[in-house]
């Protein structure tokens, strides 16, 4: 039985949102929803009516702080909920698929966290329901929504950047050392994978989104775990994830790619960086300063090249003529308020601004990422569209 909260405006045009995990993309998830129809034009407004966590009196503080309505004891109390159109999975790993089936068998949609799974099985799993059910499936590739990403993809697709021939991208973060305790993320069975499915799905994900290609081969591929057991309240546990992940690539084009994922990079806290070299150009992005696309025109006269800077806040970037007028910055936060409005646009049968993954499309970099630990564990060269 779910315990009522508040007294929130319900609307049968509302498009009833139910948020499982209540921690970090918990909030991230709350507030895009909240923010979404009020930054954007949408047919159904969706609205955030129950959550679920692991512990029900952290569920119950966090409904009262984002006033939630309803706070359900269960997960599976939340699927059942005939309020609910939307189950928005922001749980572990591990947790992902009983969640996302659940919810696909009920006919409800599902906007589920990155990576997909923990595993290549599961993520099979989770595409063989959803096609099954043919509800509409969404995973949480946020950075794809940054407007200096969107207008990467755009300058991509254009041709301005030629053929692409190279794409290096690392995502170096540094808060993976020997001082920070256990957590579901360093424990394999929760998590699938340490670096590796946390950043380098994300980074995977990009490449595939901005250049339009495929990861058609990898190799070289090194995991290295250093900090081998973590102080869990009174005792150690081993940790048993990647801290570090590096490979290299081949796009379908015949492109290098290299990637890097790690979170022992001390000095970089969120450094998501991508950069891609094309026959006219190049472009580079760094998180960090997630406002701006660097570029490089080759066709220039070499007296007139050099890196411009282009501050994605224009009203003709994507999504940017939302929010502020132009120079007024955008943060983190609106990757993921974007995100919920394409997804509501996506539910109402209208056009994303531009494409988000779904379960199908995770899949395939879901099979990378699996291709990745056999290059890792073999050392040879592996097809990721050999596992589809
Ligand atoms: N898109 C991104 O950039 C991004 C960033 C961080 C995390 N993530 C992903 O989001 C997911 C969650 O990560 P997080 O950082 O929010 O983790 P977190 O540890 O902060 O929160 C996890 C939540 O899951 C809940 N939970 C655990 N077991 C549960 C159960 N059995 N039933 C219901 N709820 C349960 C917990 O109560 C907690 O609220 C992961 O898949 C992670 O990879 C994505």
Same mark, same amino acid.
């Given at each position: 039985?779910?315990?009522?909260?508040?007294?929130?405006?319900?609307?049968?045009?509302?498009?009833?949102?139910?948020?499982?995990?209540?921690?970090?993309?918990?909030?991230?998830?709350?507030?895009?929803?909240?923010?979404?129809?009020?930054? @954007?034009?949408?047919?159904?407004?969706?609205?955030?009516?129950?959550?679920?966590?692991?512990?029900?009196?952290?569920?119950?503080? @966090?409904?009262?702080?984002?006033?939630?309505?309803?706070?359900?004891?269960?997960?599976?109390?939340?699927? +059942?909920?005939?309020?609910?159109?939307?189950?928005?999975?922001?749980?572990?790993?591990?947790?992902?698929?009983?969640?996302?089936?659940?919810?696909?068998?009920?006919?409800?949609?599902?906007?589920?966290?990155?990576?997909?799974?923990?595993?290549?099985?599961?993520?099979?799993?989770?595409?063989?329901?959803?096609?099954?059910?043919?509800?509409?499936?969404?995973?949480?590739?946020?950075? +794809?929504? !940054?407007?200096?990403?969107?207008?990467?993809?755009?300058?991509?697709?254009?041709?301005?950047?030629?053929?692409?021939?190279?794409?290096?991208? !690392?995502?170096?973060?540094?808060?993976?050392?020997?001082?920070?305790?256990?957590?579901?993320?360093?424990?394999?069975?929760?998590?699938?994978?340490?670096?590796?499915?946390?950043?380098?799905?994300?980074?995977?994900?990009?490449?595939?989104?901005?250049?339009?290609?495929?990861?058609?081969?990898?190799?070289?591929?090194?995991?290295?775990? @250093?900090?081998?057991? +973590?102080?869990?309240?009174?005792?150690?546990?081993? #940790?048993?994830?990647?801290?570090?992940?590096?490979?290299?690539? /081949?796009?379908?084009?015949?492109?290098?790619?290299?990637?890097?994922?790690?979170?022992?990079?001390?000095?970089?806290?969120?450094?998501?960086?991508?950069?891609?070299?094309?026959?006219?150009?190049?472009?580079?992005?760094?998180?960090?300063?997630?406002?701006?696309?660097?570029?490089?025109?080759?066709?220039?006269?070499?007296?007139? /090249?050099?890196?411009? +800077?282009?501050?994605?806040?224009?009203?003709?970037?994507?999504?940017?003529?939302?929010?502020?007028?132009?120079?007024?910055?955008?943060?983190?936060?609106?990757?993921?308020?974007?995100?919920?409005?394409?997804?509501?646009?996506?539910?109402?049968?209208?056009?994303?601004?531009?494409?988000?993954?779904? @379960?199908?499309?995770?899949?395939?970099?879901?099979?990378?990422?699996?291709?990745?630990?056999? #290059?890792?564990?073999?050392? /040879?060269?592996?097809?990721?569209?050999?596992?589809?």
């Amino acid at each position: 039985m779910a315990s009522k909260r508040g007294t929130v405006r319900v609307d049968s045009k509302d498009l009833g949102i139910g948020l499982v995990g209540t921690g970090f993309m918990g909030r991230a998830h709350a507030n895009a929803w909240r923010q979404a129809p009020c930054f @954007f034009d949408l047919k159904r407004r969706p609205q955030l009516r129950c959550v679920a966590g692991k512990d029900v009196k952290e569920a119950k503080a @966090f409904a009262a702080r984002w006033e939630v309505a309803s706070v359900h004891p269960t997960w599976q109390a939340l699927v +059942r909920d005939s309020s609910v159109k939307l189950v928005d999975v922001c749980t572990p790993n591990h947790l992902h698929a009983a969640m996302s089936i659940a919810a696909l068998k009920a006919g409800k949609a599902v906007a589920c966290e990155k990576p997909l799974a923990t595993s290549l099985a599961e993520a099979r799993v989770m595409c063989d329901a959803a096609r099954v059910s043919k509800a509409k499936t969404f995973v949480w590739f946020n950075y +794809r929504r !940054c407007p200096a990403i969107g207008l990467a993809r755009q300058l991509v697709s254009e041709g301005k950047l030629g053929t692409i021939r190279h794409a290096r991208a !690392c995502y170096l973060q540094d808060w993976g050392g020997s001082a920070t305790p256990m957590a579901w993320r360093f424990d394999a069975s929760r998590a699938g994978s340490g670096a590796h499915g946390d950043l380098n799905a994300h980074l995977i994900d990009l490449v595939r989104f901005t250049t339009g290609e495929q990861i058609a081969e990898v190799c070289g591929a090194m995991e290295a775990t @250093f900090v081998r057991s +973590r102080r869990d309240g009174a005792k150690h546990t081993k #940790s048993t994830v990647d801290d570090a992940t590096l490979f290299l690539a /081949r796009l379908s084009s015949g492109a290098t790619a290299s990637f890097e994922a790690t979170r022992l990079a001390t000095g970089n806290q969120n450094a998501n960086r991508l950069e891609l070299n094309g026959t006219k150009g190049s472009v580079r992005f760094d998180f960090e300063r997630m406002n701006e696309l660097e570029w490089w025109d080759d066709t220039l006269p070499k007296r007139l /090249r050099g890196w411009s +800077r282009i501050l994605c806040t224009d009203p003709s970037h994507p999504w940017a003529g939302a929010y502020w007028p132009a120079a007024h910055l955008i943060g983190y936060e609106h990757g993921f308020v974007s995100m919920a409005a394409d997804i509501v646009r996506v539910l109402t049968g209208e056009k994303p601004i531009l494409p988000l993954a779904d @379960f199908e499309d995770a899949f395939v970099t879901q099979c990378v990422l699996h291709a990745v630990m056999v #290059s890792a564990h073999e050392q /040879r060269w592996v097809r990721p569209d050999s596992f589809a």
